[in-house]
């Protein structure tokens, strides 16, 4: 089968980004800074504890049980956001059965044979953008970038649920949702969603459900074979 | 033969099939995206692996066109 081509972009912005008209539209460096920004934010909740953990201890080892409760604050924050981050995947409630293959076969339609496969595994649909490899999910995406494949992004975004029989739609055309949107118009999709969570790619793996992990190895594996290419 | 569908409840929903030879089946697919935009579905068609775009008239050359509901942040 031939390789997908990247996101091309197209002449449209995604309608829908009127919406959140306030919102910078994202693009690379907008990315950059929002996930360094994750990661100050993520020291600003880990630094304080873990320095509280080693102060109490120097003061008096006695105090160990504190200072283990400061430690486990420490890991557990970063830990809540990554499950915030990973909730984007999680498979919603089935519709029936003849509407699910039906949606099934026209999402197989949009997508080549690897992802048809894929989604088929897991429940995820992979698509190659000029931002990153995407990861689209029923009621969110993954974004994971070249630049640093070890960070991933995490989009809350569905179909508007106030639009007439949206919470009635089948698995596989809430993914087509997003996936047309995404291919529209990849930086106006990123915009429009809510991102939840930027950060470590293994916090994020470790968190969704088994199945979806290859979905997460797929897309690291794409990006590894595109940066191969790149000049 | 050219598909005017939307995704819906039911997986998803043929409204039209016209060919651009077939004035009547032309109109009544015309009448029929426009019903759709005018409640608020956005129409796309693919345009290569990869790449969609939005379009606001009924494009007759299309083999498929897909009408989608907005989206919005979760």
């Known amino acids: ?13 995604l309608p829908e980004t009127a919406a959140v008209h ?6 690379d460096a907008r990315l950059r800074r929002v996930g360094t920004l ?14 509280a953990a080693a102060l109490l201890m120097w003061l008096n080892p006695l105090a160990l049980p504190v200072a283990l409760a400061c430690v486990a604050h420490a890991w557990v924050i970063p830990e809540l956001y990554a499950q915030r981050g990973a909730n984007v995947l999680r498979p919603r409630p089935r519709a029936a059965a003849e509407p699910e293959r039906r949606a099934a076969g026209l999402l197989g339609d949009l997508v080549g044979h690897d992802a048809r496969e894929l989604h088929a595994r897991t429940g995820l649909v992979l698509e190659q953008g000029r ?45 087509a949702h997003l996936l047309l949107a995404l291919r529209a118009d990849e930086q106006g999709f990123a915009t429009v969603a809510n991102l939840s969570f930027s950060g470590a790619r293994w916090r994020v793996r470790r968190r969704v459900a088994a199945q979806m992990r290859p979905a997460i190895h797929a897309a690291v594996t794409r990006l590894d074979r595109r940066s191969t290419t790149l000049p | 033969m050219s598909k ?15 060919t651009s030879d077939d004035p009547a089946a032309v109109e009544a697919a015309v009448d029929a995206f426009r019903a759709e935009l005018d409640r608020g579905y956005l129409a796309m068609v693919s345009t290569g692996p990869g790449h969609a775009e939005q379009v606001r008239e009924l494009p007759l050359d299309a083999p498929l066109v897909i009408l989608r509901l907005p989206i919005s942040g979760g």
């Open chain 1, 1 to 13: 089968m031939a390789e997908p081509l990247a996101l091309a972009p197209g002449p449209e912005v």
């Open chain 1, 22 to 27: 306030w919102r910078p539209r994202v693009d």
């Open chain 1, 38 to 51: 994750w990661t100050l934010t993520t020291a600003a909740h880990v630094v304080p504890f873990l320095g």
């Open chain 1, 131 to 175: 931002l990153g490899v995407w990861l689209v999910g029923e009621a969110g995406a993954l974004l994971l970038r070249h630049e640093r494949p070890r960070r991933a992004y995490c989009y809350c975004v569905r179909v508007d649920t106030r639009a007439d029989g949206a919470s009635k739609l089948p698995s596989g055309d809430r993914i």
């Open chain 2, 4 to 18: 005017l569908i939307r995704m819906d409840h039911t997986g998803h929903s043929t409204l039209a099939e016209w």
